[in-house]
């Protein structure tokens, strides 16, 4: 088959997924399982397809358009239904692609006994197809159309237990951040359309090197473009509705909010590269925003004692990196990282959902510990992940954290202060990272794990909603009442066996002076970059920062263990000494209420205004109530004359009559 | 005789059934102003006639005196039905039909 039709094939079958699932949900459940499995793993076996394709063409042939068919064809705006099909789309279609399938894979077990098994898998389907229709598009219009599909699944899937207040207020959360996002891309496209003239992908990039660098439409463009990265994956300031997304069932947490929707605005930015290079201003401000967003997330995700929401902090602060990285013109290297995080957060994901299930939905670390010995299969998990996300040789994220921030450092100038604050950040997600897997794994085991251990599965009496404490039913749209952990279920257990694999051996893609099957591979789509090539760190600053990164990881792992293996009467006394800095982190640096302020506060007020003053004052009052007021008037003036009585209808006729015969009497004289 | 006086008279006629329309209650009364008022309007088309020496006044009276007659009937008609349903002989009273 032809590489365009591998292309197809990607789509389609996660779309025919969500459609036959929706459609046979009179069917047994356990089957819309293995049936959302079958299409993601058909969709990753095209793309597979579509990369050998790829690979056997030359490098002047590896961008490839194909169209289905046109909607509109004008000058300039074609609407056409075509895909882009080279390194970059096809690498992203495989991560997705692959990592969905696994996910699908391991929540044919976990979410077993929810009564919304099927809505689950139609939605997972659909999200799924979103997501491939995002990397694949060939032109603007159906990066919106995707972009926007992707918000909607999340939405959907934040809100899944949508009689839990807690969740739907945080799918609405994350949907409004996203519709903001959407409106800043669709602007962005605007102004490059304003620019270029076409809104398909490569005549747009194309006329790209026509402008002039740092025009100022380019600059509003691309900026725009950043807000809808910026919300797609939760960057500072739009970030606030990633950690309530934790809403949502852990596998949806792991493929939607750690592994592939939120790092569509780091494809976004690379796909983009073409402008961002010519409108470096906008590339800085990503690129420091990206910064920021890595060191608030790590200094929050500190002190968080939710399980999930501390994973999803270091969601935030890795995205931080790859997008600091790709606005550096780092595009191999973010991209690179967005692969092996992909790997190694969907295992952090599903290892959590796994304590989560042996703690009967509870999330709170505070209440977790010594699972060690109950769940060694989860726990190897969880350190694989722990050690790759801290960065530690040879996992993954060690060699692609590092390149970033080398490669970032060569870009000199202020850029370095960049690469040192990365460090820094890499310093504080081993302290974290670690934190977490020594609460909820060592010490002396809680009752659950100690219950586990004798070989029985804890179960709550209640069902409680982890956030609030409620007490919640069982019925759809709430968890199902049974747990699954993944050392009782094999789908669990191979889904994160692969995953774990690929975290360990992920690095060995891009291993500096050894390989660089990445860079080589993405040289087609970024043949046009002025960086691309000419961006090499020093070799001194590869092997020293591989060595400091390593160090840093090795530091903030010992630092961990000392503080909540070996000293646990220390943390308690370093808030006590720091409270300030505690609340503060604790808090989130206050960024909700911030934004609450800032946005939410004053847009309410305008609309109570609106209602009070413009809605009922101007609208009800003078522009509806006036000429209904007016008609009323009259038609009471005119009701007055039909009084009824014969006598007065007779003399206003006789008077009219001679009033009239008078009239023309004088007339005619 | 000159024409006028017939008209005066006849003016004079149209004024009291016009008067009695206006200033009386009983129904029956008006409809006996109302023939008043028509055949002020006949004697005048009479006059006109007779004045110019043409039959067309003549032929118009009698039309009126016809639609009179019908007028008669329906208006005796309703009376009879007002009083039947045993409703105040009176026009002031009703007035039900009002906007």
């Known amino acids: 088959m032809s590489l365009q039709t591998y292309g197809w094939l990607v789509l389609l079958f996660p779309l025919a997924g969500t459609v036959l699932i929706a459609l046979s949900w009179r069917l047994p459940s356990k089957l819309h399982g293995y049936l959302g499995t079958l299409a993601i793993a058909l969709s990753f076996v095209s793309a597979l397809g579509a990369l050998s394709e790829l690979r056997d063409r030359g490098a002047e042939e590896r961008q490839v358009v194909t169209v289905a068919w046109d909607y509109a064809s004008t000058v300039g705006v074609d609407a056409q239904l075509s895909l882009l099909l080279d390194p970059l789309s096809v690498f992203m279609a495989l991560v997705v692609s692959g990592v969905s399938a696994l996910i699908h894979l391991y929540s044919v077990s976990y979410m077993d006994s929810d009564r919304g098994y099927t809505r689950f898998f139609a939605y997972l389907n659909y999200f799924v197809f979103s997501m491939l229709l995002l990397v694949l598009a060939g032109n603007f219009f159906f990066l919106i159309v995707g972009w926007a599909f992707v918000g909607a699944a999340s939405y959907l899937l934040i809100s899944f237990w949508y009689r839990r207040t807690t969740a739907t207020a945080a799918g609405i959360k994350a949907f409004v951040i996203n519709v903001v996002g959407d409106v800043g891309l669709v602007l962005g496209t605007y102004f490059i359309f304003k620019q270029t003239g076409s809104l398909d992908f490569l005549k747009a990039f194309g006329g790209a090197e026509e402008i002039a660098r ?3 439409d ?26 309530d997304a934790m809403e949502g069932p852990t596998p949806v947490s792991a493929l939607i909010h750690a592994a592939t929707m939120v790092t569509a605005g780091v494809y976004l930015i690379a796909r983009m590269h073409p402008f961002f290079e010519q409108a470096p201003v906008a590339a800085d401000v990503g690129a420091i925003l990206g910064c920021a967003t890595l060191l608030i997330a790590a200094t929050i995700g500190l002190v968080v004692t939710d399980l999930k929401r501390v994973i999803a902090y270091s969601t935030m602060s890795q995205i931080g990196y790859m997008v600091m990285g790709v606005c550096s013109a780092a595009y191999a290297a973010g991209l690179f990282h967005l692969m092996t995080h992909a790997f190694f957060k969907a295992l952090l994901f599903m290892a959590a959902g796994s304590v989560i299930a042996a703690m009967a939905g509870e999330q709170n670390l505070d209440r977790m510990g010594g699972f060690r010995r109950a769940m060694p299969f989860t726990f190897g998990c969880m350190v694989i992940g722990g050690l790759a996300l801290a960065g530690v040789p040879p996992f993954a994220g060690f060699f692609s954290k590092d390149e970033i921030i080398s490669l970032v450092i060569a870009r000199e100038d202020w850029h370095v202060v960049l690469g040192i604050l990365g460090f820094a950040g890499s310093f504080l997600t081993a302290v974290y990272t670690w934190r977490m897997i020594f609460r909820a794994f060592f010490n002396e085991p809680v009752e659950q794990a100690r219950e586990l251990e004798r070989g029985h599965l804890y179960h709550a009496p209640e069902h409680t ?6 007490v919640e039913d069982t019925d759809v749209g709430f968890p199902g009442p049974e747990h699954h952990i993944a050392e009782r279920e094999w789908s669990m257990k191979l889904a994160m066996g692969l995953l774990a694999v690929g975290a360990i051996v992920g690095g060995g893609l891009q291993v500096p002076e050894v390989t660089s099957e990445l860079h080589n591979f993405l040289e087609p789509t970024f043949h046009d970059s002025r960086f691309y090539e000419e961006l ?3 070799g001194t600053m590869t092997w020293g920062g591989l060595a400091l990164g390593a160090l840093l990881a090795l530091g903030g792992i010992a630092l961990a263990y000392r503080l909540w293996v070996q000293d646990r009467a220390r943390p308690a006394a370093i808030r006590a000494r720091f409270a300030a800095v505690h609340r503060f982190l604790f808090n989130k640096w206050y960024f909700d209420e911030l934004i609450d302020t800032l946005v939410v506060r004053p847009f309410a007020w305008c609309g109570r205004f609106a209602r009070d003053v413009f809605e009922r004052v101007v609208i009800n009052g003078l522009v509806v109530g006036g000429p209904a007021g007016a008609v009323r008037a009259g038609s009471a003036a005119v009701r007055a004359v039909q009084s009824g009585f014969l006598r007065y209808y007779a003399a206003l006729l006789l008077v009219g009559v001679t009033g009239l015969g008078l009239y023309f009497l004088l007339a005619a004289s | 005789m000159s024409v006028e006086w017939y008209l005066v008279v006849s003016a004079l ?7 009695g329309i206006l200033v009386r209650r009983n129904p029956l009364v008006i409809l006996l102003c109302l023939e008043l008022m028509l055949n002020a309007g006949n004697l005048a ?4 006639a007779r004045a110019h020496g043409n039959q067309d006044g003549h032929i118009f009276a009698l039309v009126v005196m016809v639609v009179a007659a019908c007028e ?17 002989i009176d026009v002031d009273e009703l007035r039900e039909l009002q906007g």
């Open chain 2, 45 to 48: 088309l009479v006059a006109f």
């Open chain 1, 214 to 216: 740092g025009d100022g």
């Open chain 1, 465 to 470: 909603n982890p956030a609030t404490g409620e």
């Open chain 2, 72 to 88: 008669v009937a329906v208006g005796l008609g309703l009376i009879v039905a007002i009083y039947r349903r045993r409703l105040p």
């Open chain 2, 13 to 19: 006629v149209f004024c009291i059934g016009a008067g």
């Open chain 1, 536 to 538: 090499e760190p020093s």
């Open chain 1, 218 to 243: 380019l600059v509003a463009g691309c900026l725009l473009l950043l807000v809808g990265a910026f919300a797609k994956s939760a960057q500072v300031p739009l970030h606030t509705w990633l950690p």
